[in-house]
């Protein structure tokens, strides 16, 4: 398997892990997809994001 093939499944698991916080940032992006501009669900991509972090154990 090459190296992207596998960074790609490295990353699938740890968003897979955090689906909850993957759900609630969609429906935030969904509810405002009519106007959608920086930081609009700011609060919720940071929940997606420190969760993935973790996940991972690494930060990006």
């Known amino acids: 398997m090459k190296k992207e093939s596998r960074s790609v ?12 916080q993957a759900k609630t940032y969609g429906q935030c992006i969904t509810a405002r997809y009519t106007d959608v501009h920086r930081d609009v669900c700011a609060k919720e991509f940071q929940a997606f994001k420190n969760c993935v972090q973790q996940s991972l154990k690494k930060a990006w």
Not at 9 to 19: H, I, L, N, R, Y
Request: aromatic content about 8%; some cysteine.
């Open 9 to 20: 499944a490295v990353f699938a698991k740890g968003v897979a892990a955090c689906s909850h």
